[in-house]
């Protein structure tokens, strides 16, 4: 039988994974569609944003990198799709709280919270998932 040996203390493991995270993927079901909604609310160029083997279209973001996808490989080839991201998993950042909640407004962006704790604000893209807006400080 095979027994863990305990830790030494003060040693931390070695890992080859980094401390890192490349992107994140965003499931979508359209992704013209996706990749024009997401270049409006982020104000990029879709020429910029070029779709990749029919299903990926990597955002140019700062920072970690923000992949829409409409996984094949994953349920995408489903009718309903993928699911979507039911909870934030990550943070798009602002300087403008107040001015991002009042643009995603004008564009008719689905508002799932008022600005909360004059901090944060969630929304969702056309495919469900919910997208947190925070301020950068």
């Not at 039988?1 to 995270?21: C, D, R, W, Y």
């Not at 508002?111 to 919910?130: A, Q, S, Y």
Request: glycine content about 10%; aromatic content about 8%; hydrophobic content about 35%.
């Amino acid at each position: 039988m095979n027994k863990k040996q305990p830790a030494q203390s003060g040693i931390t493991p070695t890992s080859p994974i980094k401390n890192k995270v490349g992107s994140v993927f965003v499931p979508v079901r359209n992704i013209e569609k996706s990749r024009s909604w997401y270049c409006q609310v982020l104000g990029l160029n879709e020429a910029d944003c070029e779709i990749v083997n029919g299903h990926l279209c990597p955002l140019p973001m700062d920072g970690v990198g923000i992949i829409l996808d409409t996984m094949p490989k994953w349920g995408g080839d489903q009718p309903g799709g993928a699911a979507s991201i039911e909870t934030p998993a990550f943070m798009l950042m602002t300087e403008d709280l107040k001015g991002s909640f009042d643009y995603m407004k004008e564009l008719g962006v689905n508002l799932v919270t008022e600005i909360e704790h004059e901090h944060w604000f969630v929304v969702k893209d056309p495919d469900g998932n919910k997208l947190m807006i925070c301020l950068e400080w």
